[in-house]
């Protein structure tokens, strides 16, 4: 997207001129002399089993400016770990695999869940928790990344454009949001984006009023990317959700914890496809239907903290206000897609729609009804004030894992 704007809210860099990857790798090479980069890697056992992991771990062996990589390893068992140890023994960098599911670390789980200082549930939010604190645990890195495992297009240019904002000495950002055209196959993707978060956000404006932080989400490009870059010092006081609320969650805390002017999204990438999510209608456990569950309640209790107060009467009226604004998007995706030669099909974006109208109205119920249920996982701050020694058993822990 090669054009200027910015938005004033969300620091914006753009791909003006397709700088080549050498050069801005050469450049961090340099910048990693004094800031060391580390890589997360959130990973399901079943993405090694993919063409897109493969094709990613390629790339990553001629990134010659990583310092540490950090797969965290989800619904593996021993043998299946062993396979990971020898699936990604090529990767040139230092590198350790955190098995989630192995005895050692489930120990140090067990033992933090006792106290309530634990994830509650499986998912990406966990599996990222426990590598972040790994990390912290290392002392060894000034600017950590992370990306899923599961991109078909990925590329090391994807991955220096994300990373320069933070490593640049010259530049002052914290925290970097990578953002990219979700057109792959002839079609719009990223419905949960164009068809709930950007008509949620619209909408909770008009019931709520004008609020900075919704202001502060509505300039990023792409907020749910999952891909993103940041200082190590901001990690510790990072408190992120454990469910499909990830990507809100931690712009929510980066909004709550940094300057604006320490906060940049940047282009990295022409072109984005991943594995895609099914609707799930029929289970609300699953699939976009819990995705969009979990954003709305993780929106829903960030600006309660603000001192929005909500009611159902409220939800009604977000919802319909939401349903409104959907559909009047959906006919300005429609004839985005048509100008490009793109196929949009507008039975399924309405479809999608209903179901999300519904699943704000019962987001907002659970809400109302749990006000006590743990919004986010404890920042490492607090697990190391009540456990001193936890980051030595985690290191520990992976070493033993991984000798």
């Not at 006792?114 to 990222?128: F, I, M, Q, S």
């Not at 990390?135 to 990925?154: E, F, P």
Request: glycine letters at 6%; aromatic letters at 10%; hydrophobic letters at 40%.
């Amino acid at each position: 997207m090669a054009d200027f704007h910015q938005n004033g809210s969300v620091a914006t860099l753009h791909n003006l001129s397709h700088k080549s990857a050498e050069d801005l790798e050469r450049q961090l090479v340099q910048f990693a002399e004094k800031r060391k980069i580390t890589l997360i890697l959130p990973s399901l056992f079943s993405e090694l089993e993919t063409p897109a992991l493969a094709g990613i771990v390629d790339e990553l062996c001629g990134a010659n400016y990583i310092n540490h990589i950090i797969i965290g390893l989800d619904r593996a068992n021993r043998e299946q770990f062993e396979f990971a140890r020898e699936y990604f023994s090529r990767l040139p960098q230092r590198h350790d695999i955190l098995w989630n599911d192995g005895p050692r670390l489930r120990a140090i789980h067990d033992q933090l869940a006792d106290a309530n200082l634990a994830p509650t549930e499986p998912g990406k939010g966990r599996n990222v928790w426990y590598c972040i604190g790994h990390a912290l645990a290392s002392q060894n890195c000034d600017v950590v990344a992370l990306h899923d495992c599961d991109i078909v297009t990925y590329s090391r240019e994807m991955l220096a454009r994300l990373i320069y904002p933070v490593a640049n000495p010259g530049f002052s950002y914290q925290f970097c949001k990578g953002y990219y055209p979700r057109i792959a196959d002839g079609k719009l993707n990223g419905r949960v984006t164009r068809l709930l978060v950007t008509p949620l956000l619209l909408s909770l404006q008009k019931t709520c009023g004008h609020q900075d932080y919704l202001e502060y989400l509505q300039g990023f490009r792409y907020p749910l990317a999952g891909e993103f870059a940041m200082r190590t010092s901001i990690l510790p006081d990072i408190r992120i959700p454990s469910d499909w609320g990830l990507e809100i969650g931690v712009l929510s805390e980066v909004w709550r914890n940094l300057s604006r002017h320490s906060v940049c999204q940047v282009d990295i990438s022409d072109a984005y496809d991943h594995k895609h999510q099914p609707l799930s209608e029929d289970d609300a456990n699953n699939g976009l239907s819990r995705m969009s569950m979990d954003i709305s309640k993780a929106l829903f209790r960030k600006l309660a903290t603000d001192g929005v107060t909500f009611s159902k009467e409220n939800f009604r009226t977000v919802k319909a206000t939401y349903y409104r604004t959907a559909l009047d998007l959906i006919e300005m995706y429609y004839n985005d897609a048509a100008m490009n030669g793109l196929h949009l099909d507008r039975h399924q974006e309405e479809k999608a729609v209903e179901l999300f109208a519904a699943n704000i109205v019962e987001a907002g119920t659970t809400f109302l009804e749990n006000p006590m249920e743990p919004p986010f996982i404890p920042n490492w701050s607090r697990v190391t004030a009540a456990y001193p020694d936890v980051m030595r058993h985690i290191t520990e822990a992976v070493a033993a894992d991984n000798s």
